[in-house]
């Protein structure tokens, strides 16, 4: 049972997009802290992952809508 949870991805599951992306625009910032990457190579990277979560937050919102309101079929 505690093998199935773990395999599920435990207490974080159907967080993993969020976490990527919350991880992949520290990494953007921290390269250019460092002087890895110029401000425009940042600034695209923050823009693309910052798209991904929010692309991800609005699916998940309606997703949760429809369940709530689930579209009625007439029968004839």
């Known amino acids: 049972m505690k093998m199935q949870k773990i395999i599920r991805g435990g207490a974080l599951a159907g967080h ?4 990527i992306s919350s991880v992949g625009i520290l990494s953007a910032v921290a390269s250019y802290l460092v002087g890895d990457t110029d401000l425009f190579i940042t ?7 910052g798209g991904i979560y929010f692309l ?3 699916t998940e919102t309606k ?6 309101n ?4 007439s029968k004839h």
Not at 43 to 49: D, G, V
Not at 63 to 68: I, T
Not at 70 to 73: A, D, E, L, Q, S
């Open 70 to 73: 689930p579209r009625k079929i």
């Open 56 to 58: 991800r937050k609005s």
């Open 43 to 49: 600034l695209q990277s923050i823009f693309t992952l």
């Open 63 to 68: 997703r949760n809508n429809n369940a709530k």
């Open 16 to 19: 993993r997009t969020y976490i």
